[in-house]
């Protein structure tokens, strides 16, 4: 830097490193150049994507995995419009994002240009905030308030438009990178907490539903002291699970899905229901709350959305370890509640017992997931790409650790499970990981194979193979009698992995699955695993669930 002026770009990453960002994810553009140089000469890593919108996949999954925003990069226009999806996956999952992207120069912005268009208003609706940088000096603010909105309460994806004229602008004499802070956790009113404790002291059928803010806030240990000190059953989402051990005794397992499956009957008899971190885009409450008069205390770091289904009796806004523990205090003991908590645990576990019996080829779903289960430990990844495999990961995968069992359940975006995971190894190097995504999601962002062989990111990917959009086939044969347009050819999965230097598997007996995935799993590579799935098994869980309606509800 001695024999040049320091730019603005340098100045860019100069606030990123004070920020803590150790990885961004991107492609460079013409108008991004001096950005991606000043990157190559800082303590960030780089990581070169195949796609943008794989790009914006990892920064998420990183966010998620860290609580720290996970940032992404591209050139203007196309590139930009690229980050949009992962972008708006982030928000909706409540998860830490910076998307910065290039722009075309301030010298004409106000006019018809080649590559131009209106990125801020373009990202405005999917993000918390979204902003111009306009000018070389409002870069240290604009960065800070970007990193503070994206991971406070509730957090979010940031997006900033960088003009290329502004990029390779000399930074004003002076100016440098604002200090990190961050918020202290704080105690809950005590009115609050006495009128919540009222309500407990109270009910006769209490269960505590955990959501994402509760994993977010690496509340894990306070909700079970809370359940065990009350005695009182636990539900999860799918963005919670794991934070509450799928093996405790006080476990239901996780809710969200189906309208009645078997989770759903530890809500049938509740008076109270603890929201612990419930978010509502995580599922619609009208599911555990169908007539709207069960009493809801709401424990979270900000008030709930507004829903007929979801009348918030009292709300505890603050920490939530921290409303946990003084709740509890204030309930003191109270009997046995959640009758229905063993016989839920009884069923879920029979289910999974029985796919892990079953031999049938191609595999049942309930099968995969017992198999995968037994493949991984207990702090390894499973990231779950939306589809009809997502059901069954979510409702029979027994997770016990937080963010260990990944799933997008706010925008249920396909295909973000490949690129998710490169962040996934790089966030946590010591945890295998594993994709489960269908044959439809996996050819979206496959290109993203290259980059973890080149990065370095061993993995394994486990396609669950029907030749078709199969929760599509699914939805169509449920409520029309019949599918149409769901149907597609793929190719060889083996030899499309070892086009690309991975390993690649074929299953061809469901005894063949689990010994592969060890072997997958040992291997310090990228592996392709092809595995066909017989969803035949979706139109009997609808009928087991519609029988166990009669007998538990």
Request: glycine fraction near 8%; proline fraction near 5%; charge should be negative.
């Given at each position: 830097?001695?024999?040049?002026?320091?730019?603005?770009?340098?100045?860019?990453?100069?606030?990123?490193?004070?920020?803590?960002?150790?990885?961004?994810?991107g492609i460079p553009g013409e108008e991004n150049i001096r950005l991606v140089e000043a990157l190559a000469e800082s303590s960030i890593?780089?990581?070169?994507?195949?796609?943008?919108?794989?790009?914006?996949?990892?920064?998420?999954?990183?966010?998620?995995?860290?609580?720290?925003?996970?940032?992404?990069?591209?050139?203007?226009?196309?590139?930009?419009?690229?980050?949009?999806?992962?972008?708006?996956?982030?928000?909706?999952?409540?998860?830490?994002?910076?998307?910065?992207?290039?722009?075309?120069?301030?010298?004409?912005?106000?006019?018809?240009?080649?590559?131009?268009?209106?990125?801020?208003?373009?990202?405005?609706?999917?993000?918390?905030?979204?902003?111009?940088?306009?000018?070389?000096?409002?870069?240290?603010?604009?960065?800070?308030?970007?990193?503070?909105?994206?991971?406070?309460?509730?957090?979010?994806?940031?997006?900033?438009?960088?003009?290329?004229?502004?990029?390779?602008?000399?930074?004003?004499?002076?100016?440098?990178?604002?200090?990190?802070?961050?918020?202290?956790?704080?105690?809950?009113?005590?009115?609050?907490?006495?009128?919540?404790?009222?309500?407990?002291?109270?009910?006769?059928?209490?269960?505590?539903?955990?959501?994402?803010?509760?994993?977010?806030?690496?509340?894990?240990?306070?909700?079970?002291?809370?359940?065990?000190?009350?005695?009182?059953?636990?539900?999860?989402?799918?963005?919670?699970?794991?934070?509450?051990?799928?093996?405790?005794?006080?476990?239901?397992?996780?809710?969200?899905?189906?309208?009645?499956?078997?989770?759903?009957?530890?809500?049938?008899?509740?008076?109270?229901?603890?929201?612990?971190?419930?978010?509502?885009?995580?599922?619609?409450?009208?599911?555990?709350?169908?007539?709207?008069?069960?009493?809801?205390?709401?424990?979270?770091?900000?008030?709930?959305?507004?829903?007929?289904?979801?009348?918030?009796?009292?709300?505890?806004?603050?920490?939530?370890?921290?409303?946990?523990?003084?709740?509890?205090?204030?309930?003191?003991?109270?009997?046995?509640?959640?009758?229905?908590?063993?016989?839920?645990?009884?069923?879920?576990?029979?289910?999974?017992?029985?796919?892990?019996?079953?031999?049938?080829?191609?595999?049942?779903?309930?099968?995969?997931?017992?198999?995968?289960?037994?493949?991984?430990?207990?702090?390894?990844?499973?990231?779950?790409?939306?589809?009809?495999?997502?059901?069954?990961?979510?409702?029979?995968?027994?997770?016990?650790?937080?963010?260990?069992?990944?799933?997008?359940?706010?925008?249920?975006?396909?295909?973000?499970?490949?690129?998710?995971?490169?962040?996934?190894?790089?966030?946590?190097?010591?945890?295998?990981?594993?994709?489960?995504?269908?044959?439809?999601?996996?050819?979206?962002?496959?290109?993203?194979?290259?980059?973890?062989?080149?990065?370095?990111?061993?993995?394994?990917?486990?396609?669950?193979?029907?030749?078709?959009?199969?929760?599509?086939?699914?939805?169509?044969?449920?409520?029309?009698?019949?599918?149409?347009?769901?149907?597609?050819?793929?190719?060889?999965?083996?030899?499309?992995?070892?086009?690309?230097?991975?390993?690649?598997?074929?299953?061809?007996?469901?005894?063949?699955?689990?010994?592969?995935?060890?072997?997958?799993?040992?291997?310090?590579?990228?592996?392709?695993?092809?595995?066909?799935?017989?969803?035949?098994?979706?139109?009997?869980?609808?009928?087991?669930?519609?029988?166990?309606?009669?007998?538990?509800?």
């Amino acid at each position: 830097m001695a024999d040049r002026a320091r730019s603005t770009a340098h100045l860019i990453v100069e606030c990123l490193e004070r920020e803590g960002v150790t990885h961004v994810f991107g492609i460079p553009g013409e108008e991004n150049i001096r950005l991606v140089e000043a990157l190559a000469e800082s303590s960030i890593e780089y990581v070169l994507t195949r796609h943008e919108q794989g790009a914006s996949f990892m920064a998420e999954t990183y966010g998620r995995l860290t609580g720290r925003a996970g940032v992404c990069s591209a050139t203007l226009g196309p590139g930009a419009i690229n980050l949009l999806l992962g972008t708006a996956d982030a928000t909706t999952n409540s998860t830490p994002v910076l998307a910065l992207s290039a722009q075309v120069g301030m010298n004409r912005n106000y006019k018809e240009s080649h590559q131009s268009v209106d990125l801020v208003a373009m990202f405005e609706p999917v993000t918390k905030w979204s902003a111009l940088v306009a000018t070389p000096g409002a870069v240290p603010e604009m960065v800070r308030k970007a990193f503070k909105l994206a991971q406070t309460e509730r957090p979010g994806a940031v997006y900033l438009a960088v003009p290329e004229d502004v990029e390779e602008a000399d930074a004003p004499d002076g100016s440098v990178a604002l200090p990190v802070n961050v918020p202290r956790p704080d105690d809950p009113a005590p009115g609050q907490v006495e009128r919540a404790a009222a309500i407990l002291r109270e009910s006769r059928n209490p269960v505590v539903l955990a959501g994402h803010g509760a994993a977010r806030a690496d509340a894990g240990a306070a909700l079970r002291r809370f359940a065990e000190r009350l005695d009182v059953p636990v539900a999860t989402t799918f963005h919670g699970k794991g934070v509450f051990a799928d093996d405790h005794p006080l476990a239901l397992g996780a809710v969200g899905f189906m309208r009645h499956d078997y989770v759903n009957f530890g809500f049938d008899q509740a008076d109270v229901i603890v929201a612990v971190g419930y978010e509502l885009q995580e599922f619609d409450p009208v599911r555990i709350n169908p007539r709207g008069d069960v009493r809801i205390i709401h424990v979270h770091r900000f008030p709930a959305e507004v829903d007929a289904h979801y009348d918030v009796a009292v709300g505890l806004h603050s920490d939530i370890t921290r409303s946990l523990d003084v709740l509890a205090d204030a309930v003191g003991g109270r009997a046995g509640a959640g009758a229905h908590s063993e016989r839920i645990r009884e069923l879920l576990t029979a289910e999974l017992d029985r796919g892990r019996a079953d031999d049938r080829f191609p595999l049942a779903p309930a099968r995969v997931v017992a198999d995968t289960r037994a493949a991984l430990g207990r702090e390894d990844i499973v990231l779950v790409d939306t589809g009809a495999l997502k059901m069954w990961m979510a409702r029979l995968y027994p997770t016990y650790e937080p963010n260990t069992c990944l799933i997008s359940n706010g925008l249920s975006t396909m295909a973000w499970t490949v690129p998710g995971a490169i962040a996934a190894k790089i966030a946590r190097p010591q945890a295998k990981v594993l994709v489960a995504t269908g044959d439809g999601a996996f050819l979206m962002n496959s290109q993203e194979i290259e980059t973890a062989l080149r990065v370095g990111t061993p993995m394994v990917i486990l396609i669950w193979v029907d030749d078709a959009y199969g929760l599509i086939s699914w939805k169509m044969d449920l409520e029309i009698g019949h599918n149409v347009e769901t149907g597609f050819g793929n190719p060889d999965f083996v030899a499309y992995a070892e086009s690309f230097g991975a390993t690649g598997y074929r299953i061809t007996s469901a005894e063949e699955l689990l010994p592969t995935l060890r072997t997958a799993l040992d291997a310090d590579t990228v592996s392709v695993i092809a595995c066909p799935v017989d969803y035949s098994a979706n139109r009997d869980l609808i009928a087991s669930l519609g029988e166990l309606d009669d007998t538990l509800s």
